[in-house]
């Protein structure tokens, strides 16, 4: 959590975020992913300075165990003074115990942001669904939770002006925004409707126009004239190395040349003939690409 400090910006993690994004469509199925089509609904997770400071926690963890499908999982909410923003006790289950960071108890609407967080550290504990190391694993944590559609409120927890900042979670604010356009992408659903950070809102137009780089790549025909021309001419040279883009070329088992190429939905590696117009079906996300090879 950065709490009047310095808030890192970019991309630096944009790898493990689409490696992330792999893993999750790997381990759950389009099909189970489909699911998670509706994000976690900002009157669902509301929390005023009025409520109840213990019984609103629970309830908006209610809401978030409800929001990933964990009907047997009991979350024990408690708040404590820590360096963290929250810290969830990955046991055995079905009581997990989760401790918020003291500074909640006064900003209660972020609440919400820092329990999606943790219960999908819950989600990913039951799915068996972990990266090598903890620094991967909490941007892992991070992504699942915008890409099922409960990190939002994680983009909204971000704030920051000449005097103060605030950012909850391990991804920058572009980071987010990107797994976020990713998502509505996928679901053509809308989240910066509800952002009540303009931070949030800004860093969320960004994160959208990187994920449409994504489509804008070649062989897609979506690529542009500049990336079109490099292409050709890495073809001609073909299958020699291509540093610095995302496809590679390489012969098939008959001696014909192939590209293969990130999905621009699941980051999975497709690979297609070299051929001229084709059309590929993505068979992790089920995805349509229309490429020119």
């Known amino acids: 959590m950065t709490n009047d400090g310095p808030v890192e910006h970019g991309y630096p993690h944009l790898e493990t975020v689409r490696a992330s994004i792999t893993a999750l469509y790997r381990r759950l199925s389009w099909d189970t992913v489909q699911t998670f089509a509706g994000s976690v609904a900002p009157a669902d997770v509301a929390f005023c300075d009025t409520d109840d400071l213990y019984l609103g926690a629970q309830r908006v963890a209610r809401e978030m165990v409800r929001h990933f499908r964990l009907p047997d999982a009991r979350l024990v909410v408690s708040f404590r003074e820590m360096t963290h923003a929250a810290n969830v006790e990955l046991a055995a289950g079905p009581e997990y115990f989760v401790e918020l960071n003291g500074r909640f108890r006064t900003h209660r609407r972020d609440i919400g942001a820092a329990l999606a967080h943790e219960v999908t550290h819950v989600y990913l504990h039951r799915l068996d669904l972990s990266f090598p190391s903890t620094a991967e694993n909490e941007i892992l944590t991070d992504t699942v939770a915008a890409y099922l559609g409960a990190g939002w409120l994680l983009l909204d927890a971000y704030r920051e002006d000449s005097v103060s900042s605030q950012k909850l979670g391990y991804l920058t604010p572009e980071e987010f925004g990107y797994v976020l356009a990713k998502r509505a992408l996928v679901f053509h659903e809308d989240p910066s409707v509800w ?45 020699g190395p291509q540093p610095g883009v995302g496809y590679a070329f390489s012969p098939d088992g008959g001696g014909r040349l192939r590209v293969s190429f990130p999905c621009p939905t699941c980051q999975q590696r497709i690979r297609v003939p070299v051929r001229g117009r084709v059309r590929a079906r993505c068979s992790l996300c089920r995805t349509v690409l229309e490429c020119d090879t």
Do not use: C
């Open 195 to 239: 952002f009540t950070s303009p931070q949030a809102y800004t860093a969320y137009v960004r994160g959208m126009a990187e994920a449409r780089r994504d489509e804008q790549q070649p062989p897609l025909t979506g690529a542009g004239w500049a990336g079109r021309r490099r292409y050709a001419r890495d073809r001609r040279h073909a299958p």
